[in-house]
């Protein structure tokens, strides 16, 4: 089971974490994601981590900008969010998801595919 929380309304350039709260499988080991939906568009893939070796990955849109991370010991994954625009408002999902990022990017996220939060919803306005 994935729980995402941590979204709210936030004003552009300011910041926000999101935390996704992992239960039900054996934590590091795998791939993670975040992935997004803007209000009107499909899925996106935002960033992943190996949760075993630690190497995250990252869309063009998000790099510099947004750093995924995790505790082990708390099984949880973590958005952190800076220097956020109009255009990151989403709903924004925690996936665990059986494919490398090479691999995962080279198609559209499926909700069909792998274990999906319920989303948290991010809204960047003034």
């Known amino acids: 089971q994935l729980v995402e929380s941590g979204g709210g309304l936030v004003q552009p350039g300011g910041s926000l974490t999101l935390s996704c709260a992992a239960s039900g499988f054996t934590f590091g080991v795998g791939w993670m994601y975040w992935v997004r939906q803007a209000p009107g568009k499909g899925l996106e893939w935002v960033s992943a981590m190996n949760t075993g070796s630690g190497s995250t990955y990252y869309t063009d849109s998000v790099k510099g900008r947004f750093t995924i991370s995790r505790d082990n010991a708390k099984s949880t994954l973590f958005l952190q969010m800076n220097s956020l625009k109009a255009e990151d408002t989403a709903v924004y999902y925690c996936?665990?998801?059986?494919?490398?990022?090479?691999?995962?990017?080279?198609?559209?996220?499926?909700?069909?595919?792998?274990?999906w939060g319920q989303g948290t919803q991010v809204t960047v306005s003034a």
């Open positions: 996936a665990l998801y059986g494919k490398t990022w090479y691999s995962a990017i080279l198609q559209k996220p499926s909700r069909n595919f792998g274990s």
